[in-house]
């Protein structure tokens, strides 16, 4: 049986869930393709809820809609990072407009490290690496 923490979880419409099957529970469990998938709850009763999955069919993505129950869900930790980000740019915001500037908030990759020229001090300490020269061994 589940613990208690997983019946007095609180799920709400549009928070996004991850469906792990509960092989323990039989009752609402969901069909083998959704275990493992993330989704989005569209739909709250009182022992299930309603999750919106993407589909992959025939090279188009269908959105199915589907009801399990809570044991076999848990609330998902894909949206955490991109909901700090938020955070972080609307504080960064209101500072900028504070001060007046111009704050650009969209993501850069990163560059690659800048080049160098490495200065050799002792020459002796250079090792040049190369193939070893090919040697028939049987004629």
């Known amino acids: 049986m589940p613990n ?4 007095l979880t609180v799920f709400k419409k549009g928070d996004y869930v991850d469906i ?4 323990s529970i039989h009752k609402g469990m969901p069909y083998q393709f959704y275990h493992g998938r993330t989704g989005i709850i569209f739909d709250v009763t009182k022992s ?28 998902s930790r ?5 909901l700090q980000r938020v955070k972080e740019n609307d504080a960064a915001k209101q500072e900028a ?3 007046g500037v111009k704050l650009v908030t969209k993501r850069v990759p990163v560059s690659p490290k800048e080049g160098k020229i490495v200065k ?7 090792r040049v690496l190369e ?7 049987y004629l």
């Not at 894909?78 to 991109?82: I, P, R, S, V």
């Not at 050799?120 to 250079?126: N, R």
Request: proline share 2%; glycine share 4%.
């Open 4 to 7: 208690l923490s997983r019946y």
């Open 20 to 23: 792990i099957a509960d092989s």
């Open 48 to 75: 299930a809820v309603g999750v919106e999955v993407t589909k992959t069919l025939r090279g188009k993505q269908l959105r199915k809609r589907i009801h399990v129950r809570i044991e076999h869900v848990r609330k």
């Open 78 to 82: 894909c949206n955490e990072a991109f």
């Open 97 to 99: 407009k504070k001060n």
């Open 120 to 126: 050799v001090l002792d020459q002796s300490k250079v």
């Open 131 to 137: 193939a070893l020269p090919y040697t028939e061994h």
